[in-house]
């Protein structure tokens, strides 16, 4: 199998580069390294490896010659980045994900599985959060991804290209991005108590979140890519826990040294999934809990 994976060189997406490398795939890596959270950038020498931007389509298109399945990762995935630059997330999120998808249809691609957010949810919905629900967005990250959603859907539609949509909830793990205010807040912390430095809680800490480890994200990625289940074509399936912390409970994990500071716009006050598609149209479960990983961070000495 070939896989040609955007944004590869960066958390999620390098994380499953070295898995289909492992596992035998032929794999094609697209980052342009502009994620500004990112410590680093994990180029595997054993793909072929590509400096390019996804709004670049005529560069980007003559890589997908060959290939069976593309992972689609790369993004503007800040939601306070979008924010503060809602062209920038519209070129990248929208405009980049039309040509990813163009690309795709016009190499013959078999399928292409697509990186969203549980921002989709917004705040209208009660939780559990199912793949039916109305979209309600709340800042101008949601909106770009949510707009990759409906791209791959009528990609499949009318051109019956295969598309996945994947919403993942609040990633964290190996890798994850530490730098500046707005790095995921599992990397924020861990990185804070590191430097001696107090945990920064946005608000007052009560609002709850459904985290996913990297490696169950990886996992759903690999069985989407082989799998032969038509239920998955053109669907929007979840990948989430299943179970939500408040922040001040992810905060008293790591340690005891934490400040409050102001709340921010655009972002949800509870986000949990249900999880049923993926469990019943993929055979997928989570196999890391949040108390789990953080206890193996502690045990070695990551966070002293």
């Not at 980007?60 to 593309?70: A, M, T």
């Not at 199912?130 to 791209?151: D, F, H, I, Q, W």
């Amino acid at each position: 199998m070939k896989g040609l994976v955007t944004g590869g060189a960066g958390f999620i997406g390098s994380n499953l580069v070295d898995r289909l490398i492992s596992l035998g795939w032929e794999v094609v890596v697209i980052d342009n390294e502009s994620a500004q959270s990112n410590e680093m950038f994990y180029w595997n020498s054993k793909a072929q490896n590509y400096k390019y931007d996804i709004c670049d389509y005529e560069s980007i298109s003559p890589l997908f010659q060959g290939v069976d399945v593309v992972f689609h990762l790369a993004a503007e995935s800040r939601i306070q980045r979008a924010i503060e630059d809602p062209t920038r997330a519209a070129q990248t999120n929208v405009v980049g994900t039309c040509n990813v998808l163009q690309c795709a249809r016009q190499w013959g691609i078999k399928k292409v599985i697509y990186s969203s957010t549980s921002s989709a949810y917004g705040l209208s919905n009660t939780p559990p959060l199912m793949e039916e629900m109305p979209r309600n967005c709340l800042n101008p990250y949601s909106v770009t991804k949510c707009a990759g959603e409906e791209l791959c859907l009528m990609y499949s539609k009318l051109f019956g290209l295969e598309t996945v949509v994947f919403r993942y909830f609040n990633v964290y793990g190996e890798r994850q991005p530490l730098r500046g205010w707005y790095a995921p807040v599992v990397g924020l912390f861990l990185r804070q108590v590191r430097n001696n430095e107090p945990m920064t809680i946005v608000g007052d800490g009560t609002q709850r979140r459904d985290f996913t480890h990297v490696g169950d994200v990886v996992k759903a990625n690999i069985l989407a890519s082989t799998s032969d289940n038509e239920k998955i074509v053109g669907k929007i399936i979840n990948i989430g826990n299943g179970k939500n912390y408040s922040i001040l409970e992810l905060a008293e994990m790591i340690g005891d040294d934490y400040i409050h500071i102001p709340p921010r716009i655009g972002e949800s006050i509870l986000t949990l999934a249900c999880i049923n598609r993926a469990r019943t149209w993929l055979a997928w479960s989570p196999s890391m809990s949040l108390e789990e990983w953080i206890g193996k961070e502690i045990s070695k000495g990551e966070l002293e």
